[in-house]
């Protein structure tokens, strides 16, 4: 008879397989790999009169100046973890924002998106949402992930509010968990499961196929509604 306490449930162990720099074609955004090729786009992108708004809960930026920004973007697309990509409009062909896939952890299968920096014209649009689509997919059906996170300042009600349309769910507020540039940070976890993924992107599918927008490319549903829980 076995003694000892319940210490969960038995699992696959196989290591998962590092992210590897490619790119990720969409029908709204393509993902590239970070390169200094798209500093001069991004540096306008996210340095505008709405610069403070946008790098605010960030670890890093605004950014004095370009030559500063692009040393930035050089590291970044040297750097394994965090490990950044460019979001490309396809519409204008200019990079519009960037993410990346970070605290990379292929023994327990875990991995989170972050640094999410997107400029106000890519924010709540289409091509944002099929960011993380791209980014999902890839880690879930290709890498064998078994949780996607997505972490925030407790403060930052956008990107709470994003966690949550984008299907993730709430698990609670790491108090007092980092300090960011001076100032407290208590951070809300978010996470998608592999056992989650197989409805998600069918409702990130269907969210994203062209029948669900109107001729001015307003959505007919929201891909909150469409994984069931209503919201925005």
Known sequence: METHAYVGAPVDATTARRPERRTFEGAYVRLEPLSTAHARDLFEAT????KDAIWRYLFVGPFEDFASFEKYCAAGAQAQDPMPWA????RSGKA??????????PVHRVVEVGGITYGSALQRTTGSTEAIYLLARYIFDDLGYRRFEWKCNDLN???RSAALRYGFSFEGVFRQHMIV??????TAWYSMLDSEWPASKTAYEAWLDPSNFDANGRQLQSLSAILGYGGI
Not at 47 to 50: E, I, R, S, Y
Not at 96 to 105: K, N, P, Q, V
Not at 181 to 186: A, L
């Open 181 to 186: 540039k001076g100032r407290n940070r208590d």
């Open 157 to 159: 009600a956008p990107s």
């Open 87 to 90: 979001v490309i409009d396809r």
């Open 96 to 105: 519009a924002g960037s993410l990346s896939l970070m605290r990379i952890e």
């Open 47 to 50: 340095h505008g009169a709405d």
